[in-house]
């Protein structure tokens, strides 16, 4: 059980265009979703924090006109990178948090996604 | 601030033990955990200790101290497969997850 997904797995695009990265939960309801970046041999970096239905909650410095997510349902939730540059070329992971569940403090987390900028 | 400070790299030989610490301050506590990372891949999760004491798990334990803010993983009878980074991660007191710069240990034959 408690098993997220996140798709695509490796994205390659130009500067400029946008990529949206889904995450989803396959076997249970996150009333939460976190969103992280990851650069090489870094530690992760949260992005935001998105509850079902309403609007995220950006960290400092991260720009939420540039990185758009939206958690629409329990299972779903997504980020577009918008106007991608060589810059924002990363590991992307996503986790998802049940509170409602028996590991409400867990965080089970998504296999990632390589973001490219060419 | 909230800090938490693990070591940056660690050695150890196959078959052996391993200890790896985590010393944390931050505003409140709701647990820590510990996550294994593979390069290129996400962290699984290890361990979660909300109440002082040693949990074990196979190969694995992890101890708590939460009147000195101090944590460790145990690793016993390491193989290859355990090179990766070990992160230490605590749950503040908003429930967001401040996570550590990562322990990479690096596993010899």
């Known amino acids: 059980g408690a098993v997220v997904s996140q798709h695509p797995s490796r994205v390659i695009c130009k500067s400029g265009t946008s990529v949206k990265i889904e995450c989803r939960s396959l076997?249970?309801?996150?009333?939460?979703m976190f969103w992280y970046r990851q650069f090489p041999k870094q530690s992760l970096m949260l992005m935001a924090t998105s509850n079902e239905g309403s609007k995220a909650t950006y960290e400092q410095g991260v720009e939420k006109d540039k990185f758009l997510i939206n958690h629409a349902s329990l299972t779903l939730s997504t980020l577009t990178v918008t106007s991608a540059h060589p810059e924002d070329s990363s590991f992307y992971i996503c986790?998802?948090?049940?509170?409602?569940?028996?590991?409400?403090?867990?965080?089970?987390f998504g296999p990632g996604t390589r973001l490219t900028v060419l | 601030g909230q800090n938490i400070d693990q070591p940056t790299e660690m050695t150890a030989t196959e078959g052996a033990i391993v200890q790896i610490n985590c010393t944390y301050q931050?505003?409140?506590?709701?647990?820590l955990f510990w996550y294994q990372q593979h390069a290129g891949e996400a962290p699984t999760f290890l361990s979660y200790n909300v109440l002082d004491g040693l949990e074990e798990k196979g190969r694995f334990s992890s101890f708590l101290s939460r009147s000195k803010g101090y944590s460790y993983l145990l690793l016993k009878e390491l193989q290859m497969k355990d090179s990766a980074s070990y992160l230490c991660a605590v749950l503040d007191s908003n429930y967001q997850l401040i996570w550590g710069a990562g322990t990479k240990l690096i596993i010899k034959p």
């Open positions: 931050t505003s409140g506590f709701n647990g």
């Open positions: 076997d249970f309801q996150a009333t939460t």
């Open positions: 986790s998802a948090r049940n509170l409602a569940g028996p590991s409400y403090n867990e965080q089970f």
